[in-house]
């Protein structure tokens, strides 16, 4: 079922980090790359942030196809999203960053990471264009 392209408060919890998302890029030349990722971050109902860690081909791609796929999961019903979204910038910086980072660390905390060891090196804010449910429990 598709929606209109914003994060709905019921999409909320599929973006705490709880259940790593999994994200899809691809290269200027159709080389695909799927990678999870630790945080997708909201900013707004049409923006979401990426951290980016260890996300080299993710980052390379992302500069030569500005478009990208995430699934973010929802821990306490496991409803799926698909999330089509265009890179916009990356932020090394500012109230987002800052709060991406504190977040991560958090979230590497819960999972018993050592400190330090998941450090955010830029948010890569993305404008959502498309949201569909891939799986609702209540409607399969």
């Known amino acids: ?25 691809c290269s200027k030349d159709g080389m695909a ?5 630790s945080q997708v971050f909201y900013v707004d109902e049409t923006h979401v942030a990426l951290s980016c860690q260890f996300m080299n081909k993710t980052w390379h791609n992302l500069q030569e196809n500005p478009k990208a796929v995430v699934i973010i999961t929802c821990p306490a019903t496991f409803t799926l999203w698909q999330l089509r979204l265009r890179y916009l910038e990356a932020q090394t910086q500012g109230p987002v960053f800052e709060e991406m980072d504190m977040q991560l660390a958090a979230i590497a905390s819960l999972h018993g990471v050592p400190e330090g060891l998941y450090k955010i090196r830029s948010a ?10 891939l799986y609702h429990p209540h409607s399969a």
């Open 1 to 25: 079922m598709e929606s209109e392209a914003k994060i709905s408060r019921e999409m909320m919890a599929g973006l705490q980090g709880v259940v790593p998302s999994t994200l899809a890029t």
């Open 33 to 37: 790359n799927v990678t999870y990722i």
């Open 124 to 133: 890569l804010i993305c404008k959502v264009e498309q949201v569909k449910c």
